[in-house]
């Protein structure tokens, strides 16, 4: 049973930077897809960017393109979302996800099996 755990939330004002980690337990990290969804008030779940299992081929949702990006550390069994210059958009509970396939893009929601409990992301303008 895989379990991820994610860190790194917090407040920030329009333009800053954070780091995500989603810290994941239980089974080797890079035979898994990883993916970081988020969720904003009143609005549907949806998942940002996702690193492939064994490839490690790295897809990303138009809205953070050229702003976010995902990386996998395999020795600390962390995936990582370095986010910049982001926007009070990017307000959300991010969560980190995972499945057992390699992955061509990014999925739907319902393919990924073990979820992280999620982190408060804030962006003020």
């Known amino acids: 049973q895989l379990q991820l755990v994610e860190f790194g939330g917090g407040s920030v004002q329009s333009g800053g930077s954070l780091r995500l980690s989603c810290v994941v337990s239980?089974?080797?990290?890079?035979?898994?897809?990883i993916g970081w969804f988020r969720q904003a008030p009143g609005k549907e779940r949806e998942e940002v960017s996702c690193i492939s299992a064994l490839d490690g081929n790295t897809f990303y949702a138009q809205s953070v393109k050229g702003r976010f990006t995902i990386s996998r550390d395999n020795a600390k069994n962390t995936v990582y979302l370095q986010m910049s210059s982001l926007k009070p958009e990017d307000t959300a509970v991010y969560f980190c996800?995972?499945?057992?396939?390699?992955?061509?893009?990014?999925?739907?929601?319902?393919?990924?099996?073990?979820w992280g409990q999620g982190t408060q992301v804030t962006v003020s303008s």
């Open positions: 239980g089974g080797k990290l890079d035979y898994y897809t």
């Open positions: 996800a995972g499945q057992w396939r390699t992955v061509t893009d990014l999925s739907e929601e319902w393919k990924y099996e073990y």
